[in-house]
């Protein structure tokens, strides 16, 4: 009975529009003066009837997706049955089917980023307890390493920040202010940030970037990738005396920066997995310090802002890691506002 109802609300309209044509056509002849009644009421009848045929044809090959429609899901993929079999209801069919669709992408993606966030969670509380027991230690020994407590107190910062910055991922576009930044300034001030690391673990960084080269960039997420970079080099690199370089060039698709360093490299069958969440591969696993996450957030940031990254890398010859900043119109000549009068 649902199912009825639902059809005569939905053809009412239709019901209406149909007698008061008839009606029309009926007064039309009567005026014409063709007035046989016989004729008239036969021709009603026949308006009927087959308007009436017409409309049960139409019931019956709709009542199926009626149906569907009318009785309560108790399941979500009860939205993926075909039982349309006119145009219309088809294509509602396949609005369904593609929100359907879409209601899954979000959900799934919702569902990884929360269970990201809970591994990542859970991994960096419990490397953290480590850091904090050497703290404990060293305040009871008589004499206190100021030193070694400040090296493990920086081991919980940079945990502390890569924590902030996976929160924040969720939410860059707010956090977002794209304007020009000199490179070789980015590379200074992310070097400064880092003394710490690169003197306890006795790594050199050489900056060979040269001043003058303006790019399009967030200069505080940017900042964020390079002290990646920095923190990855730094910890791969176990023999002391070693290098990190910075370079940066001017090509064709743009300028690019590249940060290499002399450490124990990446396994090829790593090397295309880097920069997925929570992937700490070989080198990660010796370690037993790598989170999975630096690289990722880095790849994040970088698709994010436009930029491309690529990582280059053999086993005991170091990784090479660079960023390529697609230069505008705008970036490799002055314009005419920024010329001075």
């Not at 399009?216 to 900042?223: A, E, L, V």
Request: contains cysteine.
């Amino acid at each position: 009975m649902k199912s009825l109802r639902l059809f005569i609300a939905e053809h009412s309209a239709y019901l209406v529009f149909h007698a008061l044509l008839t009606v029309f056509i009926l007064s039309l002849y009567w005026l014409d003066g063709f007035r046989n009644v016989d004729t008239a009421v036969y021709s009603v009848v026949m308006v009927v009837l087959l308007t009436g045929a017409f409309l049960a044809a139409r019931f019956i090959n709709r009542r199926t997706f009626y149906a569907s429609i009318l009785r309560k899901p108790d399941k979500l993929d009860r939205l993926l049955t075909r039982t349309a079999k006119s145009p219309e209801p088809r294509e509602v069919e396949r609005f369904a089917h593609e929100a359907y669709a879409l209601y899954e992408r979000e959900v799934q993606a919702l569902y990884e980023e929360k269970s990201r966030h809970e591994t990542f969670m859970n991994q960096w509380v419990h490397q953290m307890k480590t850091p904090l027991s050497v703290i404990s230690l060293l305040l009871q020994e008589e004499e206190i390493d100021r030193e070694a407590i400040g090296s493990e107190a920086d081991k919980i910062r940079r945990g502390l920040e890569t924590v902030l910055l996976t929160a924040r991922l969720g939410t860059f576009e707010r956090d977002l202010h794209v304007s020009r930044a000199d490179l070789a300034m980015l590379v200074r001030e992310a070097i400064s940030d880092h003394k710490k690391l690169f003197i306890s673990n006795r790594v050199y960084p050489v900056s060979e970037v040269g001043d003058g080269l303006q790019v399009m960039t967030d200069p505080k997420w940017m900042k964020t990738i390079i002290a990646q970079f920095i923190t990855n080099a730094v910890k791969y690199s176990p023999d002391p005396g070693s290098h990190v370089y910075f370079t940066a060039d001017r090509t064709d698709e743009g300028i690019r920066l590249i940060v290499r360093d002399e450490g124990v490299g990446i396994p090829a069958s790593d090397l295309n997995r880097v920069t997925k969440a929570f992937f700490t591969g070989e080198n990660g696993r010796l370690t037993g310090e790598s989170t999975g996450m630096g690289l990722f957030i880095a790849k994040e940031v970088c698709d994010q802002l436009g930029h491309r990254l690529e990582i280059a890398s053999r086993p005991g010859e170091g990784t090479t890691v660079s960023v390529l900043f697609a230069e505008g119109p705008e970036e490799g000549n002055e314009s005419v506002a920024d010329r001075p009068d």
